[in-house]
């Protein structure tokens, strides 16, 4: 049990920032000092992810509950002083979660952990039995002949570790996205995976999937780490006899509802310049709470805006983007697009990797723009930050400044528990450590507050 | 995923022995040789805990899987060369889980982990509906007006510490063990306690209830520890409005059902002499698959009685009992009390408190008997175990042992993580650390050896 003062209210934030000024009025100084300010004690991104956890709690996209989350969301942001809070809507189509449950038929009878993956098939209530076949990897379910697996419930297993950067989802995660889909093309009936995770507790992640078109959708399930090891040792012990599955899946399609992005800014000094865009997501996957992911995200990026504006009016506008229905298909990222096509973006930052600490900077313009790049580096290096090579590609949620070519930084999280919690009944208020979220304010705040106040375009090349 | 190879046979044991007798033939040197030998690569306890998780599963007491683990385990010990092999049968009162569900209705909806309690009442299908009233502690509970809680949910908080020996379950444990009936004796409609566990997962921790005799069961469950977090974030948060919860527990209670022990020997050399009783429990709640609770004791104890048998046969028998229904009301030890009501029993040791190292040496003649007590202490400290001045008391499964005044040593396990696992989900094999194991088997394997091949008394005084 953790538990942090409420928040500091605008007026208090105000205050804060009255002896900076005094000591030096510089807006660079300012933004310095508010940086500092946010590490020693920001409660404003431990306020919003405590009170939307606990207020709201999971915020399944395109469901009721995402919507109580956009309305919670809204009233906080007009409590802190943000201006222009507004929700822009939008359709998508939304699957929820029904009964889940596995079991060993024979030979070693016993229940196993099983979330269904989004988009999976139901099984009906009767469920459905079969063997199981167990690939050791997305390439060896690849190398499986067309018709193999008819009637079978394919097992896929994987051996994703724990990183630092996160690289192991982009790899190990295809079993997930795209597992499924590659097991029904073969006839599988049914398909589980091993979690995309790196902890060992039977809280099995659950995440999107999708089918190829052609592809009919077939139930698809993760069974937690534990479990995944108890089918492979039973594959070990069986002597070769058929290792038979029951499972029962039955979500629903709810057809088309609505949903919506979450949208509020700090005015600029001259709201004619391209503005920043910070994102995140306002949904939540339905297991947990959403509270490393995103919650943590949305407090942070709202915590470093209102913490630059109180330390003056920043020379560009602050757009902050608290996207909808990310999980499911970036039905919010997609949507703010296409509403605001063709508007110049100054530069797209996003928070959606936890809570851990920065660790490292990138961006897309360290060759076009130098100067700048080194500019930042060194501003966020007191907080244990260190540039790279890498070249960031931005958030799920920044679709808008990738396609209209802006810059994009990158202000990397330690990945290292992050997937011991993703996805899972464990993403709760808990698993969040005040202090490294108090150094991703601070170095949000530093960044953002320097690039809100330049006003010479970004060197971006071709 | 951790994979040991499967256990050494009945002849490569045997084997072992060889070298070592040939070095020194004496019983002293024998044993030390065989605790040595177990701390170095003992398998058979792995094995045991492996093969009786993966191949049963969870074993509920009184359930058709709590026979088939004794079927499982009668056939493991006739494998391993253990004499004597039987189930003796005996009639319980079996209660089973059904759904379990809880969520908040009003005023920050969201959906809440729990489990039931063991002997818990049913809310019905339908479910059941009321405030929430919370109480810091058992007594604060106590100190509520008689009739207070007409219709309202108890919400029962606690404090309870990670222990090095345990001990805070004893005190903590108490919210579990007795808070239900309690509530119940105030009118409350249904209990919700918060899991008596030390770990922050989405897990929460089953045990059994016992309700007074004449107040009727209600509704029990446990919360996951983060979401009793949440509820009391929640009363925080709700400015004083009520808090409305709505529970859906359905077990049932299936009168009386056929349970049994499990026992084997190993025949001593003078089967007059009165026998050393080694005692684990075969059952494990549902949730887990009853690795540390306790197939990892079973395993230790047979691991150890079979290293000291390789040994050169004992002078006195040994007697292992795989207890059968711990669980829900140490039926099985009762069982054997009853049946074996008058025999004598030269020492009676019990493992379970999970599979992490021995770090101390507990007995009940440690003042009658010094010597004895200072011989064994010293032939373990090897082992990083140390003696103390606590009084041993035995393990729930000792009851004949306790009944007929008979020595009795406590192993004591380090308990620092065991109830993280303890009555979850989370009770796997994958907990277990094999050179932990190992240790224990060692211990074990030493100090039984030493008994086993006394022949004096053991002094107890009075």
Not at 104 to 114: C, K, L, S
Request: with cysteine.
């Amino acid at each position: 049990m953790r538990s942090l003062p409420r928040a500091l209210g605008a007026a208090s934030l105000l205050a804060v920032s009255v002896p900076l000024a005094a000591a030096d009025s510089s807006p660079e100084a300012r933004i310095v000092a508010a940086a500092d300010a946010a590490r020693a004690d920001d409660a404003l991104a431990w306020d919003f992810v405590e009170g939307i956890t606990t207020e709201v709690g999971p915020r399944q996209a395109g469901t009721e509950a995402e919507a109580r989350g956009r309305a919670w969301a809204v009233k906080w942001l007009k409590a802190h002083g943000f201006a222009r809070v507004a929700v822009e809507p939008y359709l998508m189509s939304t699957w929820v979660r029904g009964d889940e449950r596995a079991e060993i038929v024979t030979p070693f009878a016993q229940p196993m952990r099983i979330t269904a993956l989004g988009n999976s098939a139901s099984t009906g209530d009767a469920g459905l039995t079969g063997e199981v076949v167990r690939f050791e990897s997305y390439a060896a379910l690849e190398a499986a002949p067309a018709g193999s697996l008819a009637g079978k419930i394919a097992f896929i297993d994987h051996a994703m570790q724990r990183t630092q950067d996160g690289s192991h989802y982009g790899v190990f995660g295809n079993v997930r996205r795209a597992g499924p889909s590659l097991a029904a093309s073969k006839g599988a009936a049914a398909v589980v995976i091993r979690s995309i995770g790196t902890e060992s507790h039977r809280t099995p992640h659950t995440g999107g999937t999708s089918f190829a078109t052609g592809i009919a959708p077939i139930p698809a399930g993760a069974l937690s780490n534990p479990d995944a090891d108890n089918l492979d040792r039973m594959f070990e012990r069986a002597g070769g006899a058929p290792i038979v599955m029951k499972l029962v899946l039955t979500p629903r399609d709810l057809g088309q509802t609505t949903s919506g992005n979450v949208v509020a800014e700090v005015t600029g000094r001259d709201p004619a310049l391209p503005p920043l865009l910070l994102a995140c997501h306002l949904d939540s996957w339905d297991l947990g709470t959403g509270a490393i992911d995103d919650g943590a995200g949305c407090g942070i990026i709202a915590a470093a805006a209102s913490r630059v504006a109180k330390a003056g009016q920043p020379l560009r506008t602050i757009r902050v983007l608290f996207a909808g229905a990310e999980e499911t298909g970036l039905w919010g990222s997609k949507a703010y697009a296409a509403a605001h096509k063709g508007e110049a973006i100054y530069a797209g930052l996003e928070s959606d990797f936890g809570a851990d600490r920065v660790w490292r900077i990138d961006s897309n313009f360290s060759k076009t723009d130098p100067a700048l790049y080194r500019e930042l580096a060194l501003a966020v290096a007191r907080f244990g930050v260190a540039p790279s090579n890498d070249v960031a590609t931005g958030g799920a949620d920044l679709n808008l400044a990738r396609e209209s070519n802006a810059a994009i930084i990158d202000l990397q999280q330690d990945g290292t528990r992050y997937f011991d919690l993703h996805h899972t009944p464990d993403d709760t208020l808990d698993k969040i450590d005040p202090a490294a979220l108090r150094q991703n304010v601070a170095v949000w705040t530093q960044v953002v507050g320097i690039l809100a106040n330049r006003a010479e375009p970004i060197a971006r090349g071709e």
